[in-house]
């Protein structure tokens, strides 16, 4: 029952993702956008210059802001990485489980009893 509330979790979670795919992309390029223009404004010499790149910078600014239902989409896909572990943690629990006599192949484990 577990795994299949985890798979449904799993199945919202990518729909919201894909969902706010475009705004993800699209907050991903304004803030690029405003990286240039910002290195632009600290190369320009004159104040017109400066001025320009300010305003550009408020415009790319206000696409950004608008864009601000990306953070949900980012949430949603580190909740689908949380599901994913969980989902492959319980799967990995019973290889780990395997307990074998060679010190060699499981060093750690041996070195952790010899550190105690």
């Known amino acids: 029952m577990k795994k299949f509330l985890l798979f449904i ?3 919202i979670a990518l729909g919201i993702l ?3 795919l475009g705004p993800m992309i699209l907050l991903g390029v304004s803030v690029w956008l405003l990286y240039v223009v910002f290195k632009q404004f600290m ?3 004159s104040t017109a210059g400066k001025i ?3 305003v ?10 608008s864009n601000i239902y990306a953070v949900i989409g980012l949430a949603a896909a580190y909740g689908l990485y949380l599901i994913y572990k969980s989902w492959t943690s319980k799967t990995e629990g019973s290889s780990k489980s395997f307990k074998s006599d060679d010190p060699f192949t499981n060093f750690e484990r041996e ?6």
Do not use: F, M
Request: glycine share 8%; net charge neutral.
């Open 56 to 65: 550009l910078g408020l415009i790319i600014l206000s696409v950004a802001v």
């Open 9 to 11: 979790a799993g199945l």
């Open 52 to 54: 320009a790149w300010v």
């Open 18 to 20: 894909l969902a706010n």
């Open 111 to 116: 070195w952790a009893e010899l550190n105690k």
């Open 43 to 45: 190369k320009s010499d």
